[in-house]
């Protein structure tokens, strides 16, 4: 009875966490946006149009990187069992010492 009960706190903990983080998330990416389409507005266009090809460059291969050790860490874990979910989980949702608090 009070493992079912612990069990239950921890995954209204863990969604809540994550509720968290979506809206971190959220406010990070409006954040981006707005300074995104101010320096979209306020830069020559073939200056911008050079800055947005290296961000997007870099945003690729930095998520390839990341992708690519998450995938041999969780092989080095269990090289037999291919825990996708796993790496999708921690590919979407940082953990809690990534997340700045206001």
């Known amino acids: 009875m009070t493992t079912n009960i612990l069990n239950k706190v921890s995954q209204a903990l863990l969604r809540e966490l994550i509720q968290q983080i979506r809206a971190q998330l959220n406010r990070t990416d409006t954040a981006l946006f707005e ?49 996708a979910v796993t790496t999708e989980f921690y590919t979407a949702f940082p953990t809690k010492s990534w997340i700045m608090y206001p």
């Open 35 to 83: 300074t995104y389409s101010t320096l979209s507005r306020t830069m020559y266009p073939i200056l911008w149009e050079q800055i947005d090809k290296i961000i997007t460059f870099r945003a690729e291969t930095d998520t390839e990187i990341r992708t690519e050790r998450r995938k041999r860490i969780t092989e080095q874990k269990s090289p037999t069992a291919n825990n």
